[in-house]
Structure formats: structure tokens, C-alpha cells
């Protein structure tokens, strides 16, 4: 299927990595131009190189997310470089498990903040494109934790924000032809990520998570990025405001 992306121009946060990186390289092969940014400048390098050689225009910059002013002026600048943003990732998080007041700070401002900072930044970009080819497009990646819960931790509620978010904005742009969709993972493997780390320290916890999955497995990088390329695509262009579980039915709830 032609997702109809070649041409297209996209910013996605923490693009080196993991679901990021599988996002940015699907985007690329698709002919999308990308622009990527994350803290590690040497991994950002080695990111540019190989979405390069895909054919596409890539470009990026070490950013601290955490850093309005810096992230939006990096976002308006990958804008210009590009020629333009119709798609605009956000996939960046803080990770934090914890329920203490710090853990909930890093994740507000690394994943609300992110987002809303990118969005603000993205917004001038992401009208004219919706104006201009009648689609825009806004992925938010969120965690199955926004609907689960064992403890007290402040990851959940902040994935769930981001997802209530998600909602205002794709009523609020609709009539601009911007989309705004969410996708929330279950467990996601890959090398250097926290279930890999989760395997390595306590394997007895490992395998006991993943058999609770009726699939048997984690979901690959690839599995997440799948989803949030269909969904910043134009073949999606009447699904606005949902919030696609890509979890293997790890959760019990029934999304409607």
C-alpha cells in the first residue's frame, strides 16, 4: 500500500532509538524527510547518516527536551530545513517509575512539556501543510499504563495526560485539517531499552511478564513505528482523537 508519505516532511523527538529511531527509518523508506532530535549528539550523527543514505533530506540537532525555549527553537529550525513540517512525533519520554515529587517532575516536563512545547512550535507549520494539502498530522506515543495500574507510580498518569490531550487537540484542529492521534505500546523490546535491562537484572520478572501476553512476546520497535507511520499518514485521514493500543491484548479493558 502507498501510504502517499513520499515527499513529506517530519520532526520527531528522541529519533535515535528504539521506537524513535524505527519511526524515523519507516518514515525514511516511505520517502519522507525526517528531522530527529535527542540528547546524545553522537548518536543523532550516527542517526542523520543512515537516514541519509535512505535518499531522504535528514537533519537534527542534540536537544534537551526538557528545555522549552531550546526544543521549540530547534523545532521552528528543522521546519525551515526541511521545507516544512506535515507530520510532528512525539515519542520522547523521561521514564520515571517512581511516585516521589521528582519522578513526577522529570516525566511532566520531559513528556507533557515536551510535547505541548513541540506542538506550539509545529502549530505554524502543521496549519500551512493542513491548508495547503489538506493534511497535517500529530502522533503522540503513550504507554498501556495510562489504563493500568499497580502502584502509585506517576508514569501512568502522565501517559494518560498526554492521551486526554490528544483529544482536545484533534477537535480543537479538525476544522485545519490537523489530525492528532495517539498510539500506546504494552512491552517493548529492544536492545538497551528497560525490558532488555528488565531481562539482563531479574529474568524470573521478565518471563513472568511476558507470559501474561496472550502473544507470547514483547513488541518490537517496529510493531509501535507500523502503527504511528499508518496513523501520519494521508490513507488515515478521517481518524482523528483515538488512542491505538499496539499491545499484543497484554490489557483487559475493551477501547471504545
Partial sequence: MDLHLKGK??????????IGRAIADTLAEEGTNVAICARNEGQVKDAIAALKDKGVKATGASVDIMDGPA??????KAGEELGGI????????????GGDPDSWEQNFKLDVLGMVNAFDAAKPFLEKAGAEKGDAAFVIISSVSAAESDSGSSYGPIKAAL?????????QFAAKRIRTN??????????????????????DYFKQAVSRNPTGRCATPQDIANAAVFLASPRSSYTTGIN????????????F
Fill in 71 to 76: 526544543l521549540k527553537a530547534w523545532v521552528a
Fill in 86 to 97: 506535515d507530520i510532528l512525533i512525539s515519542n520522547a519520554g523521561a521514564m520515571a517509575q
Fill in 182 to 203: 495517539v498510539v500506546s505500546p504494552g512491552m517493548v523490546y529492544f536492545e538497551g531499552g528497560i525490558w532488555h535491562n528488565v531481562e539482563k537484572t531479574m529474568p
Fill in 244 to 255: 491505538m493500543l499496539v499491545d499484543g491484548t497484554i490489557s483487559r479493558r475493551v477501547n
Fill in 163 to 171: 492521551i486526554h490531550y490528544a483529544k482536545g487537540l484533534a477537535r
Fill in 9 to 18: 516532511n517530519a520532526v520527531i523527538l528522541g529519533g535515535t532509538r528504539g
